[in-house]
Protein backbone atom coordinates (compact mmCIF):
# COMPACT_ATOMS: atom_id res chain seq x y z
CA UNK A 1 0.00 0.00 0.00
CA UNK A 2 1.57 3.10 -1.23
CA UNK A 3 1.82 5.56 1.99
CA UNK A 4 1.92 9.16 0.59
CA UNK A 5 0.46 12.06 1.85
CA UNK A 6 -2.49 12.48 -0.81
CA UNK A 7 -4.83 14.76 -0.52
CA UNK A 8 -7.48 12.13 -0.45
CA UNK A 9 -6.13 9.65 1.84
CA UNK A 10 -7.75 10.60 4.66
CA UNK A 11 -10.86 11.03 3.76
CA UNK A 12 -10.29 7.54 2.02
CA UNK A 13 -8.51 5.86 5.43
CA UNK A 14 -12.06 7.01 7.55
CA UNK A 15 -14.10 5.18 5.13
CA UNK A 16 -11.89 2.16 5.26
CA UNK A 17 -11.67 2.20 9.15
CA UNK A 18 -15.16 2.95 9.89
CA UNK A 19 -16.74 0.42 11.57
CA UNK A 20 -20.81 2.16 12.35
CA UNK A 21 -22.48 0.73 9.48
CA UNK A 22 -24.83 3.94 10.25
CA UNK A 23 -21.89 6.36 9.62
CA UNK A 24 -20.22 4.11 6.22
CA UNK A 25 -21.96 5.12 3.68
CA UNK A 26 -21.37 9.43 4.76
CA UNK A 27 -17.48 8.12 5.19
CA UNK A 28 -17.34 6.36 1.65
CA UNK A 29 -19.12 9.60 -0.08
CA UNK A 30 -16.92 11.73 1.64
CA UNK A 31 -13.97 9.36 0.38
CA UNK A 32 -15.06 9.56 -2.94
CA UNK A 33 -15.83 13.47 -3.63
CA UNK A 34 -12.28 13.85 -1.99
CA UNK A 35 -10.71 11.80 -5.05
CA UNK A 36 -12.96 13.47 -7.39
CA UNK A 37 -11.75 16.91 -6.28
CA UNK A 38 -8.09 15.39 -6.31
CA UNK A 39 -9.04 14.16 -10.37
CA UNK A 40 -10.47 17.62 -11.61
CA UNK A 41 -7.10 18.77 -9.99
CA UNK A 42 -3.49 19.27 -11.27
CA UNK A 43 -2.19 16.55 -13.46
CA UNK A 44 -2.00 13.42 -11.19
CA UNK A 45 1.17 10.99 -10.90
CA UNK A 46 1.55 7.15 -12.03
CA UNK A 47 1.62 6.32 -8.74
CA UNK A 48 -1.55 8.47 -7.18
CA UNK A 49 -3.01 7.67 -10.52
CA UNK A 50 -2.63 3.66 -9.75
CA UNK A 51 -3.43 4.99 -6.22
CA UNK A 52 -6.85 6.30 -6.72
CA UNK A 53 -7.89 3.43 -8.87
CA UNK A 54 -7.22 1.07 -6.13
CA UNK A 55 -8.84 3.72 -3.61
CA UNK A 56 -12.24 3.77 -5.99
CA UNK A 57 -12.28 -0.48 -5.69
CA UNK A 58 -12.03 -0.42 -2.10
CA UNK A 59 -14.76 2.34 -1.75
CA UNK A 60 -17.09 0.32 -4.59
CA UNK A 61 -16.57 -2.43 -1.93
CA UNK A 62 -17.75 -0.48 1.63
CA UNK A 63 -20.35 0.92 -0.59
CA UNK A 64 -22.30 -2.08 -1.72
CA UNK A 65 -21.50 -3.75 2.20
CA UNK A 66 -23.04 -0.33 3.62
CA UNK A 67 -26.12 -1.05 1.58
CA UNK A 68 -26.45 -4.52 2.55
CA UNK A 69 -25.82 -3.90 6.22
CA UNK A 70 -29.00 -3.49 7.51
CA UNK A 71 -29.89 0.08 9.95
CA UNK A 72 -29.57 -0.58 13.09
CA UNK A 73 -27.19 -4.10 12.61
CA UNK A 74 -23.55 -4.28 14.26
CA UNK A 75 -22.38 -4.93 10.89
CA UNK A 76 -22.18 -7.72 8.28
CA UNK A 77 -21.87 -11.35 10.05
Known amino acids: MNTRPYP ?4 FLCAVFE ?3 AKMSAR ?3 AT ?3 DARLA ?4 DA ?10 RGL ?3 GAEAVSVP ?3 KGPL
Request: proline share 6%.
Open 28 to 30: VSK
Open 60 to 62: ATL
Open 41 to 44: GPQL
Open 33 to 35: KAI
Open 71 to 73: AGS
Open 8 to 11: WRTA
Open 47 to 56: AECRAIEDAR
Open 19 to 21: TDP
